[in-house]
């Protein structure tokens, strides 16, 4: 079918946008002109637009409002999920006592080790999210030098200086003497937390305000994915672990650090899971680009 | 994403119901005084939905309507909020020198 000009302009638009919005911009056009508006105009217009599509189309796309949050949950999710692994696990080897951990892996020769399960879980999901942020922080500074948005790079700062900080902090307790090292020791591992929660904070901003392209989407949701898959690998390795203690300990032993460090992976693991379930469930208008994550 | 007038305008239209592409451009000269071009308008509208800003709802007669979701609603709700603060705040200063 031939369109009528200023419509044959159409084809100046990218294909996929063409294809999804097409037939109605030549109704709107048509619409327009019957109406008495000058086609002049318009075509600059319809050109300004194209041009418009196309840089869209090169540069990135604009991610579906669910589909950003749930990048966002499933890193909440993760932050929190690591912090209590990293926490238990590093207890594990020794939790409730050594001699008992002892016995549990003693008794329970096919249980897998717990502690060796999360390490495991840890590497993957933190490979993951580190193979992610490199795309992700290349396309936010590339944005914020296009669009003069200072603030990015500031947040982008956020998670490595808190780092820098922490870790600084935590060679001075090494030298001080051991009563005040303790209670250095309890407030900087507090202003560790705090520092996870606001360099979370930070590249979740970025997240929010950022364009970035299809392809760095796609490794988010890739390796939103992967560590959902580390979080259900990681909660069954730790359920399997308690079990395994209540089984050799008895129902008496005191397992309320393990039920609450279990409960804790279990919510943030299901957060993650039905984020990344419900983003990918949304409705499929004939969109130019896909949704992914 | 940020807020050009053209996305203002297209979910300030689209707050009282759904529209086709002929009705917002009318609807948007009607309360604005803007001409939006094609161009213009259907640039806004593929942002707005990619955002999920806005849905399109099945379509009569070939003209696709299209709907502002809740978290559209939200934020030109807090946009406009904010352009109202700045824009009270303006005619304010702007007071004594209009006047004097």
Known sequence: MSRSWPAALLIAYPPDWRDRYGDELELLVRDLRDHGRNPVPMTFDLLRGAAAAWRRSRRGFTMSERSRQALITVLWSWVAFAATAAWFGHDLGIYPSRSIAQQIAGAHQLVPDAYHVLFGVGIAGLAATVIAAVPFALDAARYARASHRNSVFALMAVPPVTAGLWLGGVQLAGRADSTSGMTFAVVWLLLGLAGIAASTQAVISIVRTCEFSRTTWRIGAGAATAVAAAMLVGTGATIVWGLAFRASAGHSAGTSGWLIVMAIMAVTTARAVLALHASRRQSPTPAPAPAVA | ?100
């Open chain 2, 1 to 100: 994403m940020e807020f050009t007038e053209p996305v203002v305008l297209v979910l300030t239209s689209l707050a009282d119901g759904p529209k086709h592409g002929y009705a917002l451009a009318k609807d948007i000269e009607s309360f604005a005084g803007i001409k939006l071009g094609p161009g213009t308008l259907y640039g806004a509208l593929s942002r707005l939905e990619d955002r999920g800003w806005i849905e399109a709802l099945p379509a009569e007669d070939r003209r696709r309507p299209y709907q502002i979701t809740s978290a559209g609603a939200e934020h030109l709700s807090a946009h406009l909020h904010t352009a109202s603060q700045v824009a009270a705040t303006g005619l304010r200063r702007l007071e004594p020198k209009l006047t004097s």
